[in-house]
């Protein structure tokens, strides 16, 4: 991407901070004085993960993701289980498929080493999401900072709250209007779709009973997930780019190559097609509100002020 471009993104994403002053306290330089070497710590962290597994970049964005649509951006995704605590690694839709906490862990690690007790898990993992997502060719943002950690987590809220790679139109636009998210935001924010995989459990149905599917992409799909095993076997989001962030994914919903069923329900004949459309023919305008519905989805819910606590370790409260 062009120097010009990056820049465009800035400039729009910065602009975008302006539409949340309930999150006023929330602020790109949170951190100037007292932990100036922490965007470039995290940066350097994300540059050495994604160059040994280009697949970290989605699963740190999914990371971020999770943890926002339950009860906000405050690293409770992150928490481990102990005998007196339930946390939501082991909900529905994050077991043996979260990925990227030893990726976070290394990350409070050095930043610890520079800026102790200073650093909350939240802001690290929203600065990791942004540098992933840079580090394969996507759009870079401003990322708003001083989050703090949540003491408690919700694995009731994570079943119920994460929107269902079976879910239609209708539920995921429920879904995200919940989080104070338009159809808008959706349709951008599911373009993270153009990295990563997903497993066959999630997309089974998809290539075997539905009917708004490219034949020869249900075909190449049941070589690697057959009707009955394999649930864990793996298949990208994107067949054409899967390392690529760009737009790909969206060409892929017009040709009905759409992986899971809640990804081609953004191109089905219904009120997201329009949008869709656009962003598959136009990768700025993808990038530009790709960035802005990042800035939007890391406002929700933050633990500011003295709430929370800026944990030490990611995995388990002060």
């Not at 864990?232 to 969206?250: G, I, K, R, W």
Request: some cysteine.
């Amino acid at each position: 991407m062009s120097s010009i471009n990056k820049s465009f993104f800035v400039i729009v994403s910065m602009l975008s901070l302006l539409a949340f002053p309930s999150n006023a306290q929330l602020s790109p330089s949170f951190y100037a004085r007292t932990c100036p070497k922490l965007q470039s710590i995290v940066r350097t962290t994300m540059r050495q993960a994604v160059a040994t597994e280009p697949r970290m970049a989605a699963s740190i964005l999914r990371l971020f993701f999770h943890d926002c649509f339950v009860q906000g951006c405050d690293a409770s995704v992150l928490l481990d289980d102990t005998a007196n605590f339930t946390g939501e690694k082991n909900a529905f839709p994050n077991i043996n498929s979260l990925r990227g906490f030893n990726v976070i862990d290394n990350i409070k690690t050095n930043v610890e080493a520079a800026c102790n007790a200073t650093v909350s898990c939240a802001d690290i993992l929203a600065l990791a999401a942004r540098d992933g997502v840079v580090r394969v060719g996507g759009p870079s943002w401003p990322v708003p900072l001083g989050r703090r950690d949540s003491r408690t987590a919700n694995q009731s809220a994570a079943n119920s709250d994460l929107p269902a790679p079976f879910a239609n139109l209708s539920s995921l636009i429920s879904a995200f209007a919940a989080k104070g998210l338009t159809p808008k935001d959706l349709t951008a924010l599911s373009g993270a779709h153009t990295i990563g995989k997903a497993q066959c459990l999630l997309f089974r149905t998809r290539i075997y009973n539905e009917t708004n599917i490219d034949p020869n992409f249900a075909a190449t799909r049941r070589t690697t997930c057959p009707f009955t095993g394999g649930n864990s076997n793996l298949a990208p989001l994107d067949l054409v780019t899967p390392t690529d962030f760009d737009n790909e994914y969206y060409a892929n919903l017009l040709n009905q190559r759409g992986l899971l069923h809640s990804d081609q329900e953004l191109f089905n004949g219904g009120s997201q097609d329009a949008l869709t459309s656009t962003y598959a023919a136009n990768n700025t305008a993808f990038f530009k509100d790709f960035a802005i519905a990042m800035v939007k989805m890391g406002n929700i819910s933050p633990l500011t002020g003295t709430n929370g606590e800026i944990r030490r370790n990611c995995r388990v409260v002060n």
